[in-house]
């Protein structure tokens, strides 16, 4: 999807650890500057408190059939004339009370958000460490290899991948494989541009003084990838990562909606969305609003703070 | 001295960052009469560009003048409307920059940017326009520049470009030219030519010249009077002969000990030790005392005004008349 | 120039015959094509035939090459669940997708680059401000809750728009049919059209910002100044200019990515195109549509990107020079 390329200044010392280079940046005092950051800072932490504590906050488990009755369905918000005490947001068709199905749907979403960034991110590190350090052939495959899959967006991968996914996983139960689906398309849809990044980084760090220094003295690659040259690759990942959250979770609620994605059973936001819409021509406005707003509340939230992150760590487009 | 063209008095130029505001320029004083060439001298870092960008109003934020005035023909410029001061860019003050590489816009052909900057300050017509870029040209050495006018920058070589934008600076026969370094980019071989294309133009269009440089020899061999700047400051400012014979300032001292002699030797600058402050901690008093060899308290506590020795000042408690004597010139050759 | 041309052009062949190569291995190795073709009931004596028929017992680099050269006939084989050729199918659903992508495209373009320079000249301002919000709204919105909200808005509500639906088509020739000639026709694209740009026209802006800013601290624009010529000429002779060269490429890239975006708001407006059939055959793992289909896609983009390169070629003189010299 959108391009970012993220690149730190490179004057620093490179002895600096990340954590250094943090503090340096006043990243504190830029964070409480600014009015919007702080909010959707804020909001961020809410929606994953939130997401942690759903099974504490929820008044029912949307998930276990026992406690959704058909009787109950399509209930107004309570806020609402004609809207049911207990149903603070009211209910969908299948009787769920739709507050604690977002709990939970915020939950899924948020989960399969995080692994799938980090699968992308351990993917795409990997092999731009790799890729860097290695140069060569190794270095021009993987690359080449990452220029093709850039000039499909990442949804069409998504959307392939998953295809793919649930043909060799036939006959398996939905239920059981949609999470993994779901976090393996997401990751291998998002390793390219960590990958562009570590190994542009990795290029620059891997002649400098220290490097030599550490090979001379005969440390493996491994160890000299790992200790020397990924912390000072940290900044650049974090700020990608921040902002592949946020398309992780469109993502995918975008494959949940279009009916690839979790099964209705077990909605995240995406699927709530779905089954909303169908709603959307005979008056339950707030099956697909709830849902709604929470999808868009969170990927701006989670947005905002990785475009101020990009910002205080990188002077230069300021 | 006839009435100066240029004169500046007190400029101070300050940027405002997140922690205050930064003086970059401090106390900037010199006049320039018309026809005359200024060198302008320091390390990177002491202001020389500022100066210049001040002077034709092309500071970028969060830079500012926060101080002082400029007064062009008498005519105060600093503080002048921004449509008031683009009609004086160009027209009555040319600047050219370091990198003639950058300076032209890659995508249009060099006729057109001579053309456009022509119409902008005449009444002529295009044809006259074009006619007269080809003239300029020719006045800068381009060869066959009817051909050659059509042409887009990269189809120059660095020597060539920067006549081009020697041509493009005179288009509009401005009364002062501030030079930024305008040879630095180029080959050794083709500094020489440019700085000789220069000084002529200079000449036969009777503009007064500003050449900022790091360069001293250029300095020797083209400006008319030199001023030496330090931390933002003017540490010496006097006729380039007696700058360069005899300089006052310690500063200078080390500074003209560093240019090359016929002879090929030359002393290193680094026998200054020590580096410039940066804008953030210039010291109190002289903002050279850390690396002077003949500070004394009084440099580390108050600042040298521009003390006139002769036809020169210097900011120098060495020259305050009746507290030291200066000292026996054998300290530094 | 030629060679230039032809050297990209074997490039190109060469990422669609690795696309090729994906999309075979999708097609033999994903799912058994014989068990998608024939009944469960059929005697195990008929898939056997089957199989030899097909060509599935030769060697792996044979069927490779077999089904490379069919698809560079465009023939792709028979759908698993319609029973026809991919072919046709997606030929038949063809002039609906690239209508939709070519209004997106227009709009995204006319409303991105305005708003992206007016943002980058003032970058004070209310308006400015204004359009940044959005643009960031713009990239934080699922692209199907801007359908959804858009149908809710102007069908359900005001009831002005058509919701679902490509309107009344017209035959142009044989193949192409479109809804550009009638009421319902462009009364249908509208809603679709918005919303795929949307996502688009965000991305555009954003870049034509950073690089119209980057532009701006370039030296020959500090010059252009020091030469007196007015802001508007620096903005729009000298700035703007130099802006949309490397814009060209990405915003090349990104309407071509439009054509695959389409899958989401195809789904959200029913719009009969090939996002659509995309979608029916990941669900019901259509192998040979989605190898067909990713194949389309990568073509796609390799001519896009031969067209940019041509287009980069006529804007910027040096690289003129460079590719005749080469």
Redesign the interface.
């Known amino acids: 999807m ?2 970012i390329s993220v690149e730190l200044p490179k004057s620093e010392p490179a002895s600096r650890s990340f954590l250094g280079r943090l503090k340096d940046s ?1 990243l504190l005092a830029s964070f409480l500057s600014s009015k919007v950051t702080v909010v959707a800072g804020a909001l961020t932490l809410i929606f994953f408190l939130a997401a942690v504590f759903a099974p504490l906050i929820a008044p029912t488990n949307p998930f276990d059939p026992a406690s959704n009755f058909l009787i109950d369905s399509l209930n107004p918000p309570r806020f609402v004339t004609g809207g049911d005490a207990r149903f603070l947001l009211g209910t969908d068709d299948q009787g769920r009370d739709l507050w604690s199905a977002i709990l939970y749907g915020l939950r899924v979403s948020l989960l399969i958000g995080v692994f799938g960034v980090l699968l992308g991110g351990a993917i795409g590190i990997t092999l731009g460490l790799i890729a860097g350090y290695a140069g060569g052939r190794i270095d021009s495959i993987i690359m080449r290899i990452a220029d ?1 899959q850039l ?3 990442a ?2 991968i998504a ?2 991948v ?3 996914v ?3 996983l ?1 006959g398996q139960n939905r239920e059981q494989t949609a999470f993994g689906i779901l976090v393996i398309s997401i990751g291998l849809s998002f390793w390219v541009q960590y990958a562009r990044t570590v190994r542009g980084s990795t290029l620059v760090e891997k002649n400098r003084d220290y490097v030599q220094a550490a090979r001379l003295i005969g440390l493996s690659p491994a160890r000299i990838l790992m200790r020397h040259i990924l912390p000072n690759v940290m900044g650049p990942v974090l700020v990608i990562a921040t902002i592949n959250l ?1 398309l992780a979770i ?1 993502t995918e ?2 494959l949940s ?4 994605g979790l099964p209705p059973t077990q909605p995240s936001l ?1 699927t709530l ?1 779905r089954i909303g ?1 169908n709603f ?2 005979s008056g339950e ?1 707030w099956i ?1 609003t709830f849902p ?1 707003i929470t ?2 509340a969170l ?2 939230a989670v ?2 703070l990785g ?1 101020w992150l990009r910002d205080a760590l990188n002077p230069r487009l300021k | 001295m006839k009435a100066p063209l240029l004169s500046v008095k007190d400029l101070r130029v300050e940027f405002i960052t997140r922690r205050g505001p930064l003086t970059a320029l401090d106390g900037i004083s010199f006049d320039l009469a018309p026809g005359e060439i200024l060198g302008v001298v320091g390390e990177s870092g002491a202001g020389k560009s500022l100066t210049g960008l001040a002077i034709i109003g092309l500071l970028d934020p969060p830079g500012r003048i926060a101080g002082g005035e400029i007064r062009l023909n008498g005519e105060r410029i600093d503080n002048l409307a921004p449509e008031a001061m683009r009609k004086i860019r160009g027209r009555r003050i040319g600047m050219i920059f370091q990198d003639p590489l950058t300076s032209l816009n890659p995508l249009l052909r060099i006729g057109d940017q001579l053309v456009e900057t022509i119409l902008t300050h005449t009444s002529l017509t295009p044809k006259a326009a074009r006619a007269r870029a080809i003239s300029l040209l020719t006045e800068v050495g381009i060869p066959a520049p009817e051909k050659r006018i059509d042409g887009y920058p990269h189809e120059f070589s660095g020597g060539m470009r920067q006549r081009v934008v020697i041509a493009l600076a005179l288009c509009a026969e401005p009364a002062l030219v501030i030079a930024d370094e305008p040879t630095t980019a180029l080959d050794v071989s083709v500094q020489a030519q440019i700085i000789a294309v220069l000084k002529r133009l200079a000449r036969e269009h009777h503009a007064a010249v500003i050449l900022i440089t790091h360069d001293m020899g250029v300095i020797a061999e083209t400006a008319d009077r030199v001023a030496v700047m330090y931390a933002g400051r003017i540490a010496e400012i006097g006729r380039v002969e007696e700058v360069v014979r005899d300089p006052l300032h310690p500063y200078a001292k080390g500074l003209m000990a560093a240019i090359p002699t016929l002879e090929g030797r030359a002393a290193r600058l680094a026998q200054i030790p020590g580096a410039m402050p940066r804008l953030s901690a210039i010291p109190p008093g002289c903002a050279f005392n850390p690396r002077c060899p003949n500070v004394f308290d009084r440099c580390r506590i108050e600042r040298p005004p521009p003390l006139p020795i002769g036809t020169r000042r210097a900011a120098c408690w060495l020259y305050d008349r009746g507290e030291v004597t200066p000292p026996a010139r054998e300290t530094v050759s | 120039m030629i060679a230039f041309i032809i050297r990209r052009l074997f490039a190109s062949i060469g990422v669609l015959i690795a696309v090729g190569l994906i999309a075979f291995l999708l097609f033999r190795y994903v799912g058994d094509p014989v068990n998608q073709m024939v009944g469960i009931e059929t005697p195990e004596s008929e898939r056997v035939a089957l199989r030899q028929q097909l060509g599935l017992n030769d060697p792996a680099i044979v069927q490779a090459l077999r089904f490379l050269g069919h698809a560079a006939r465009l023939d792709f084989g028979i759908s698993y669940q319609f029973k026809q050729p991919v072919s046709e199918l997606i030929g038949a659903r063809m002039p609906a997708t690239l209508e939709l992508a070519f209004v997106a495209s227009i709009l995204s373009l006319l409303a991105g680059i305005p708003m992206g320079v007016y943002t980058a000249l003032h970058r004070k301002s209310a308006l400015a401000k204004l359009f940044e919000a959005l643009s960031l709204v713009g990239i934080s919105l699922p692209t199907f809750l801007i359908g959804i909200l858009l149908i809710y808005l102007f069908a359900v509500t005001l009831g002005w728009l058509p919701s679902f639906g490509r309107g009344d088509v017209v035959h142009i020739g044989s193949w192409w049919t479109t809804g550009l000639l009638t009421a319902s026709g462009l009364k249908s694209i509208i809603m679709p059209a918005i919303t795929l740009a949307l996502f688009q026209m965000t991305l555009i802006m954003r870049l034509v910002r950073a690089e119209m800013l980057e532009v701006l601290r370039a030296d020959y624009i500090r010059f252009a100044r020091a030469r007196g010529l007015s802001e508007r000429k620096v903005h729009f002779r000298h700035a703007l200019k130099n802006t949309l060269v490397p814009v060209i490429t990405v915003v090349g890239l990104q309407l071509g990515s439009i054509v695959a975006f389409s899958i989401i708001t195809e789904t959200v407006f029913s719009w009969p195109g090939m996002g659509q059939l995309f979608l029916q055959s990941v669900q019901n793992v259509d192998i040979p549509i989605m190898a067909a289909y990713l194949l389309f896609i990568a073509f796609l983009f390799v001519v896009i990107n031969l067209v940019v390169d041509l287009l980069y070629a006529a804007v910027d003189p040096r690289l003129r020079v460079a590719i005749h010299g080469a």
């Open positions: 959108s391009e006043d093709v000039t499909f967006p949804i069409l959307l392939l998953d295809g793919v649930q043909a060799l036939k946020a469109i609620a975008t909606f279009l009916g690839v995406g969305i819409q959307l021509f406005w697909v709604s999808l868009a990927v701006l947005n905002l475009d």
